[in-house]
């Protein structure tokens, strides 16, 4: 049993199929991103292509590198309180470093070298992913107020943990939010960002913030309602205009429908094998952004159903697998990170392919490891490498109590 065991969980006990999924995403991305990529190369030359595949994989050769890395060497004691406020102070730098780049289509959300592009917000949602691991997980702890004080010490204790516990990182998080809605102009990576940090805060067990979930989430009510009723104040007219493209995506086929009329042709058209590998007609020129966010579309009108379930079937793994263990680690913070980065990788995929099929309103966001971008890929393969840290000491801890 214990040879069994040590077969199992080898010597560093990282999870084996987490690797496996990362590879074959990461592969199947490049490919396809070489694919959809073709459609363009008449406009933008006959190596289009070509690079956008090479550029893909040196990004993909440094994301595996970070990962190996922080899987090998990250330990949670570098989430604490210096830390988690250095990486938020540097992601909220970035963010506003992107206000003195050029626009993209209207958004503010990208730092501009040569012919790379850095996009902060999707470091900064692992970032805060770490932030709210400790400020929900761990901080908590240094807060407890002794029985045997004064009434007026103990009301100073309170307020002084009310700040530190829930105030102050929910105003860190209305920071990022308000950087990312109305300065850099990006509100998908925002709102992506924003559900994962509300979501960490009522997914965290601590008994204390119970009581504040509750008052959360009637205000999240009120908001929503609010919202509805106030939309068409609040939105800018190019987010109207995804509102009602979503509700009738045929009502303006020429302008604002074009792009998602076009990727639901691709599905109509795929069906269960596709037309073949390169044999797609929207990716020249019916959709813009084919090797970006719309790269599913390509993906199913090229290789069907069975194209679709290849990259569908490693992300559940990946996000069942971040939940599976997050389930079974008792440590609060340890369990929040792990939350957090299934969170990301369960959000991105949602509203990817959800915005992409006419599902939910199209919000312009990556799909992690398959689409072409830099950022996104290295950002989702540093919080696995994170993630697959604190599964590796979960392991080897499994396996000495169950050797002893």
């Not at 369990?335 to 990788?345: D, H, S």
């Not at 959800?354 to 830099?374: D, E, H, K, R, W």
Request: some cysteine.
């Amino acid at each position: 049993m214990i040879n069994l065991l040590k077969r199992i969980f080898k010597r560093r006990g990282v999870d084996k199929t987490v690797y496996f999924c990362v590879v074959i995403l990461t592969i199947y991305g490049i490919v396809m991103i070489g694919s959809a990529s073709v459609g363009q190369s008449a406009k933008m030359g006959p190596m289009y292509a070509s690079m956008n595949m090479i550029k893909q994989a040196i990004f993909v050769l440094g994301g595996f590198a970070a990962m190996i890395f922080l899987t090998r060497c990250f330990k949670k004691s570098w989430v604490n309180a210096n830390s988690t406020w250095i990486f938020y102070a540097m992601g909220l730098v970035l963010m506003l470093a992107c206000l003195f780049f050029e626009d993209g289509k209207g958004s503010h959300a990208w730092i501009r070298i040569g012919s790379f592009t850095i996009q902060p917000a999707e470091f900064m949602k692992v970032i805060m992913i770490l932030f709210l691991s400790f400020h929900f997980g761990e901080i908590e702890e240094y807060c407890q107020i002794p029985r045997n004080i004064t009434r007026q010490k103990k009301e100073e204790l309170q307020k002084r943990k009310l700040w530190y516990c829930i105030l102050r990182p929910i105003l860190a998080i209305f920071i990022a939010f308000f950087v990312g809605v109305f300065l850099q102009k990006d509100m998908g990576s925002s709102l992506i960002m924003a559900f994962i940090c509300m979501m960490l805060f009522f997914i965290t067990p601590r008994p204390y913030y119970t009581k504040y979930k509750k008052l959360a989430l009637i205000l999240l009510v009120i908001g929503f309602i609010l919202i509805l009723l106030s939309a068409t104040f609040i939105l800018k007219p190019y987010q109207l205009g995804r509102i009602y493209t979503w509700l009738n995506p045929l009502g303006d086929i020429e302008g604002d429908g074009w792009q998602l009329t076009n990727a639901l042709i691709a599905f109509a058209t795929g069906g269960l094998f596709g037309k073949g590998f390169g044999s797609s007609t929207q990716k020249y020129g019916y959709i813009p952004e084919s090797h970006n966010d719309f790269i599913v579309a390509i993906i199913y009108e090229e290789l069907g159903l069975v194209g679709f379930m290849l990259f569908l079937i490693p992300y559940v793994i990946i996000i069942y697998k971040m939940f599976h263990y997050a389930l079974r680690i008792k440590d609060t913070k340890s369990k929040l990170i792990l939350y957090g980065v299934g969170l990301y990788f369960f959000t991105q995929l949602l509203v990817n392919v959800g915005g992409v099929s006419g599902f939910i309103p199209m919000t312009g966001v990556p799909l992690l490891l398959i689409s072409s971008g830099g950022s996104s890929t290295l950002a989702a393969m540093m919080g696995l490498g994170i993630a697959q840290s604190i599964i590796a000491k979960y392991n080897r801890d499994l396996l000495k109590e169950l050797m002893e």
